[in-house]
């Protein structure tokens, strides 16, 4: 956990939470990064049973703290924070066009008779919630298979809360939101989402734009030599995140099979241009094709871990960026100037899709996939990269680089957000006592 004293800006300290042991989760696993897909409802078990010390932690820290920022994963800090005086300030890391159509109250399908709030079926998800911006891309139906995977939201593993109650949790019992995205690029979701909690703030704290890596990539590594030996925006680099993972446990806890690894290893083969792939870690158990290595040799390598990813981008050579379309990874793709092809796997990935895709913000080529199952082939990935890298491929993605990369405009982001965070109650009242204390002390 971090802790900053707002009376003295900038101090931060890092304080370890000790999680504990739950059957069936590995010793020391702190991240979803590093587990499979059971593994991570187990860590949200085992995250709740740090409970006593993250309240332990807020009495400690009480006097030099005026507001917590919290995941999803934990509403219960709200509760924490409340005797303590504490405000407490929902964090979300997804596009608030993923928050609007999956998390907000109105996505309940009313109450049953025990009075609970009823969770929505795969049919019921196929249509956006009562109220969605009805000039939205996202309100036309959504594809069975995207319905169909939602479902794990609204599904409970362990006894625990689903991610669902999760978020409404957080959303309705915190003194407002934090969302790093921007009113340009979401406002009629920010505003619905606003306005299904009754007006209650939504801070905007700007899409997060990385800084530039810092030096070149080691001429000695493998991946510098390979990637300068080919000619300017010629490389494909592929990647899918250290969240992504190709099955995940459904309704009834059993793993829902996912085959998007061998298209995309295949549409390697098939492109005539060169192509790197970083699938996650554990992503590289499953089968590749036959052969696959020897067929794209020259052309084409596979690597897995922690990469250099933004020096990639940044190389020269690299033209396009198939990647999940993960919030972030479109974020960093497009400032680095490369075309995206968009393959979004899970859950708030379609609506990132949709959001930055042609259907919206026209920043990247979506990879076309069937309707009912989701299913997609080699050229399928292989025709949305030669569309992305045509030379109209490249759509309104000039436009949304510069003004991402606007110092202007960061700055602007920036100011608001600080303003917007004075404005909330109790923090605006302890921000004008410490303004008045400053006064005291430099006029005695």
Known sequence: MLACSAAAAGAVAVRALHLPSVPGLPTAAASTAEISANGAELLKLSLDGARPQVAALRAEL???????????????????????GVTALFFNVFSAAAIAYMFVPARGRGHGVDGRRQLPSADDLTSAPAGFPPGSALAAPLPAYQAAELTYAYASFHGMPCVYKRFVASLEHSAGSVMKTCAEMEGPYVSYISAQLGGKPVLLAGPVVPEPPRGELNEEEPWASWLSSFPDDAVVFASFGSETVPARPGRDGAPRSSAWRRPTARSSQCSTSPNPWTPRPSSTRGPRPAGFRQRVKGRGVVRTGWMKQQHILRHRSVGCYVNHAGFSSVVEGLVAGCRLVLLPLKNDQYFNAALFGARELRVGVEVARREEDGWFGHYDVSEAVAAAMAADGEGDARKWREFLMDDAVQTKFADKFIEDLKQIEPIRSIANIQMSRRHRSLNP
């Open 62 to 84: 009480r006097p030099a703290v005026d507001a917590v920022l919290f995941d999803f994963a934990t509403p219960w800090v709200c509760d924490v924070a409340a005797p303590l």
